[in-house]
């Protein structure tokens, strides 16, 4: 056990030294790790170029007798969640290459809609049936699904990482006393060893770790929703049901109270479209356009500073680092100069996309996509756009 | 009461930098501190336990130099610390670890409450409190935005769902996992700093624990990093014609 | 040529103001994106007889980028890094004027520079710089979306100049085009005046000669007008001249290794008296960065910002009791020297009447930037203030003071402020860098004559400050706004020295009209 360095390969380039989080390397004459400090994490023997560094384990052999890949399904109201069937049609991709099923099984109150299920991609559907389960208790999703991969013994166990997921997939990892992955957002069949390869992002994103489970069954992994894309329904496929009625699961010291439903907070934080208006928009009449527009695209409507000195908005909705730090999928900036401070309140945006008459703005180097025009006509015309779908 | 609260320590930044030349990873090892949310998770201890007395006892595994972390965390309130800190601990999965420290809290004879910081900013996995409260065979509750009340034997709190938010009563003991901002961590005082010197933090080896060998460190843990590489950034932005750009963003919006 | 001078009209109205929020006018705008485009700004002024503003970041407080007529000169497009190079052991960063600070500050701690100016020699100096410790620029004013260029201009400070002294000191070179075309290529080290004579040579072999002003400078905190001392090295003079002399064109940036250990404490305290006599002990305590202030007025602004805004929600509670708010930055070079440091201050601040329980100590970056936005928004919250009372009454401007003093004149000036604010019977608020006696007493007036009232009084105080040796700008320059203050504090004799400094630069009278003094006797003819 441990971190092994081959002398002979080792350059001395301290690639690893550099890479260590925990400055437990050192390089003199040879590279030295400081057993005080070393984690074994393994970052210094990914980070070797000259693969000299490896780190050694006692690994058990994989259960042979598992078989089969495994969808854990979430319901809403009686209902599949669209990232179950995401996860679906993904598992059936894997599943043709590994030559295996893919089995969904769907703990909750809902049950009937196999034929959607198996449309995805699903050989069989077991359906765990518990009338009274709330679609938030992670606790009984776990607990019914224990015995049932106990049983069964499956070679893989996918959970969508929704809150649910997160919750309950570890509780059954560490019951089954296996391995799990959280968050993937990429997964693949290794070549060679047929083994479930589990991609994630690590350190808030800026790193990207590939994870196996060699010795222990299932391997399981949770995958973030919308990663993966929504499945075509093949009404060719044929598959089996099976209907069980799942346990008792009250009497657990568990308890929901009450649940309310998500509220629309009307901030513009945690809005997944926005469109940001600055100087460029021209008037406060202008604006009201903007407003108009944002409600066709149910998007909401941000700011720059500018337009809240002139009082044509009002504090709430302004974008920057003293304003609100925003994070929508889709930011639509118009007539937005981009001043330090407002690019630092939009860093977080996934797609940027830039209308401006100055193509040289300092928002378009943190666009995606740059429109070159006067912003009030691209408003009119999408404003038109969007009304012609509607009347569709 | 009695409280435990789990504590890891984490680089303080996620940064990573590719060398120019070579193109490997360079991260900067100089400065570590204690999971943010487990600060928080700390600060909610610390809450409860000024309302209802008992103890809180902050619990971490690492390295020999994270009994500094710990020591902080008792300027900042926690009355005691433990590290579980020994070489066969090393190159532990959330399962591994998660193991080790529910061994740790039956060792410490129980707690009444266990609290989790939802996650921890390195990994992001969220699963060492679920993972936990399954070895110790009790409720968990994770996600937690706030703590309602707390009793002898229930605690009751507000959850994040898929569906929006959730009200819920469970027995003690219990693991909890909360977010960053349930709460907000005071700072220590000059006095909190000068009595956290003199604190005891008690050091443990794995033979303490009882711990089955082979479910601990790197051999209990069944995972394995295979491969890491950079993310891809950002590249240059796309131009839109202005006479396609209606429908291009329409596009876009689709795609959601 | 002039292809990118623009009608004034055409740009936005934000560019005929600062952060002063006083408004000027022009005719005519150039967004110069290099040399040449500033040249051929230059070239157009000339020819058109047009006055000539530089502008930055606009993010200062004095009004020096406030354009008085003429051509707007914004260089916030030169943003590059140009080059690196090492001196002595230390980075030196070739930066154009308009790179910002927030953006400086992010490329230095990431170690992302954009290196496509550099040459052979820049990219040999940058790989080193990779991987070696990490670095800093000291100079830390607040509002970080200011650009070094209009830094170096106003010589710019911050909490940290307490330790490290203002931008001056950390300026290598400085290159700057004269109103005439020519360039002077300045770096530190090679050209001193002669006593008060000076001769700057220029790139094409002329030079400009001229003699430097004779007062001398209040031993304190300064950004005063022209910087002049006998056999000064000149490089000295063209920071701090507030765009009066030529157009800076690129600066050399002088990064410092940061220190190992940097941490916060702020100790409270219930009576402002106690605080100040925790300030006058403190001082000796050799590893504090930077001791800030903040007044009863401050905090209670901050708590009902706190009631009843989002964006102030995460900050701490400071318990009703608490009237002033000390807060000393420590830079050390180990963690056990600064927990050293940090228990003598414990002490100091007992010894003081406070509390070693009534403090906020911040050892991590997380707790850090928790102490450094409860700083921030202090000055955000009136600012905010101000916005509100805008929308009724138009014509108010922010009134805050620069004002600095010698270390013995403290308590005199502390004194001297809360009886004169009383008897204006004006809301105030007064934070800033207490550690150089240097506080911003800033009142926010709810009416014009109310207003008129805390000019005269700020007239006032620019007398007493200076007759106590102090300086009536410390950090934010003069610019339009503090002209008057100069005169009081040098006199009209040392005024007109400068004016023909000045002349010898830009004797056409072109360059950055009406910062530090008026024109004089002409003008008014």
């Excluded at chain 2, 909190?192 to 008690?202: C, H, M, N, P, T």
């Amino acid at each position: 056990m441990g971190i092994k360095i081959d002398r002979d390969k080792c350059v001395l380039c301290e690639a690893c030294v550099a890479s260590c989080p925990n400055g437990a390397l050192s390089s003199g004459d040879e590279i030295c790790i400081d057993e005080e400090k070393c984690i074994l994490c393994g970052a210094c023997v990914n980070n070797c170029p000259m693969e000299a560094i490896t780190l050694e384990k006692e690994q058990a052999a994989a259960d042979e007798g598992s078989s089969g890949i495994w969808v854990a399904v979430q319901q809403q109201d009686g209902r599949p969640i669209p990232a179950a069937l995401e996860l679906i049609h993904k598992a059936r991709e894997l599943a043709d290459i590994k030559k295996c099923t893919v089995t969904a099984v769907c703990p909750g109150k809902g049950s009937g809609f196999e034929k959607e299920l198996i449309e995805a991609g699903a050989d069989e559907v077991i359906f765990c049936i518990s009338e009274n389960m709330a679609d938030s208790d992670d606790d009984a999703y776990a607990r019914i699904l224990i015995p049932l991969i106990k049983e069964r013994n499956p070679e893989t166990v996918l959970f969508s990482a929704t809150i649910l997921g997160r919750s309950a997939a570890p509780r059954i990892a560490a019951k089954l006393g296996t391995g799990l992955t959280a968050d993937c957002t990429a997964l693949s069949i290794e070549p060679d060893t047929g083994l479930l390869a589990q991609t994630r992002p690590a350190l808030g994103g800026n790193l990207m770790a590939t994870i196996l489970c060699p010795g222990t069954r299932p391997q399981m992994a949770t995958i973030r929703p919308g990663i993966f894309p929504a499945p075509f329904p093949d009404e060719t496929r044929t598959g089996k049901a099976e209907y069980l009625r799942a346990g008792d699961t009250t009497g657990r010291g568990f308890e929901i109270i009450s649940a309310e439903a998500k509220k629309e907070s009307g901030g513009i934080s945690d809005a997944e479209v926005l469109l940001v208006a600055g100087r460029g928009i021209g008037s406060a009449r202008n604006l009201k356009k903007v407003f108009e527009l944002a409600e066709l695209m149910g998007a909401k409507v941000g700011v720059s500073r500018p337009l809240i000195d002139m009082g044509w908005a009002e504090y709430p909705h302004q974008v920057g680092q003293t304003g609100a730090t925003v994070a929508p999928k889709l930011l639509i900036s118009l007539g937005v100069s981009g001043a330090i401070q407002h690019l630092a309140g939009m860093g977080g945006a996934k797609t940027v996309v830039a209308v401006n008459t100055d193509e040289a703005a300092p928002i378009t180097r943190q666009a995606d996509h740059v429109i070159h025009m006067d912003c009030v006509e691209f408003v009119d015309e999408l404003t038109r756009s969007f009304k012609e779908r509607k009347e569709l | 009461m009695n409280i435990i609260v789990c504590v890891k320590q984490v680089p303080s930044s996620n940064e990573v930098r590719l060398d120019p030349v070579r193109k490997t990873i360079i991260r900067d090892s100089s400065k570590a501190v204690a999971n943010p949310f487990d600060v928080t998770a700390v600060e909610a201890a610390v809450q409860i336990r000024e309302k209802h007395g008992g103890t809180v006892t902050a619990l971490s595994m690492g390295i020999p130099a994270t009994e500094k972390l710990l020591r902080d965390e008792i300027a900042r309130g926690a009355d005691k610390a433990v590290l579980l800190t020994d070489r066969v601990f090393a190159g532990a999965d959330t399962l591994a670890t998660s193991y080790t420290l529910a061994k740790a809290v039956n060792t410490l004879g129980g707690a009444d409450l266990i609290l989790c910081g939802k996650m921890a900013t390195d990994g992001d996995t969220a699963q060492i409190g679920p993972e936990l409260s399954a070895w110790l065979d009790v409720p968990c509750v994770t996600d937690v935005i706030e703590i309602k009340e707390t009793d002898d034997r229930h605690i009751v709190c507000v959850r994040n769902t898929d569906a929006g938010t959730e009200t819920v009563k469970v027995e003690l003991p219990a693991v909890i996992t909360v977010v960053k901002n349930l709460t907000i961590p005071r700072l220590p005082s000059i006095a909190g700093i000068r009595k956290s010197l003199d604190a005891e933090v008690r050091l443990v080896k794995a033979a303490e624990l009882g711990a089955d060998p082979s479910r601990i460190g790197l051999d209990g843990s069944p995972t394995q990093v295979i491969r890491t590489f950079p993310q891809e950034k950002k590249g240059e932005a796309v131009k839109i014609e202005a006479d396609k750009a209606a429908a291009a963003v329409m596009e876009l919006w689709e795609e959601l | 040529m002039y292809d990118l001078i623009q009608s004034a009209d055409k740009i936005g109205a934000e560019y005929l103001r600062d952060e002063s929020r006083s408004t000027g006018h022009a005719e005519y705008a150039v967004f110069a994106k290099n040399e040449e485009d500033v040249l051929n700004a230059l070239r157009f002024a000339n020819e058109k007889d047009l006055n000539v503003t530089v502008q930055g970041g606009r993010t200062g407080l004095a009004g020096a980028a406030v354009p008085y007529g003429g051509l707007i000169l914004n260089l916030s497009q030169m943003d590059r890094i140009t080059g690196m190079e090492l001196q002595d052991g230390k980075y030196i960063l070739y930066a154009q004027p308009g790179v910002v600070l927030l953006k400086l500050r992010k490329m230095i701690a990431s170690r992302k520079l954009d290196t496509g100016l550099f040459d052979e020699s820049s990219l040999g100096i940058y790989n080193r710089f990779f991987t070696d410790k990490e670095q800093f620029f000291p100079t830390d004013p607040t509002e970080t979306s200011a650009t070094v260029g209009g830094m170096a201009a106003c010589n710019a400070s911050g909490a940290r100049s307490y330790r490290y002294g203002a931008m001056r000191r950390h300026v290598s070179s400085v290159r700057m085009f004269l109103m005439d075309g020519r360039c002077v290529n300045v770096k530190r080290g090679e050209a001193f005046a002669n006593g008060l004579k000076a001769s700057l040579p220029c790139t094409d072999g002329s030079s400009v000669d001229f003699t430097l002003p004779s007062y001398k400078m209040p031993e304190v905190k300064n950004a005063s007008g022209y910087y002049a001392a006998p056999d000064m090295d000149l490089i000295d003079l063209l920071i701090g001249s507030d765009g009066t002399l030529g157009v800076i064109v690129e600066l050399g940036l002088i990064l410092d290794p940061l220190p190992e250990a940097v941490w916060g404490s702020a100790c409270l305290f219930e009576r402002e008296k106690d605080a100040l006599s925790f300030v006058d002990k403190v001082r000796g305590e050799k590893n504090i960065a930077s001791l800030e202030y903040f007044d009863k007025g401050a905090l209670e602004i901050l708590r009902q910002q706190k009631a009843n805004g989002s964006a102030f929600a995460s900050l701490p509670d400071v318990p009703k009791r608490i009237e002033s708010i000390v807060y000393a930055e420590l830079h050390c070079r180990d963690e056990e020297e600064a927990l050293g440091s940090l228990l003598r201050i414990g002490e100091i601040a007992e010894l003081a009447g406070g509390n070693e329980k009534d403090t906020w100590v911040a050892r991590n970056q997380s707790d850090l930037d928790g102490l450094m936005f409860f700083r921030h928004a202090v000055p955000e919250s009136v600012n905010m203030n101000i916005d509100k009372l805008r929308k009724t009454q138009p014509s108010l401007t922010k009134m805050g003071t620069d004002m600095s003093v010698p270390d013995d004149k403290l308590f005199d000036v502390m004194e001297m402020y809360r009886r004169d604010i009383e008897k204006t019977g004006v809301r105030s608020a007064i934070w800033g860098h207490i550690g150089n006696n240097h506080l911003h007493v800033n009142l926010l007036p709810s009416s014009t004559e109310e207003a008129g009232r805390v000019k005269e009084m700020f007239k006032e105080w620019a007398k007493s400050v200076t007759s106590m040796g102090g300086a009536v700008s410390a950090e934010h320059g003069v610019g339009k706004l503090k002209a008057s203050f100069l005169e009081i504090m040098y006199g009209p004799e040392h005024i007109e020295e400068m004016r023909s400094l000045k002349r010898t630069f830009d004797p056409e009278w072109k360059l950055g009209c009406g910062n530090l003094f008026s024109k004089g006797e002409e003008e008014k003819a």
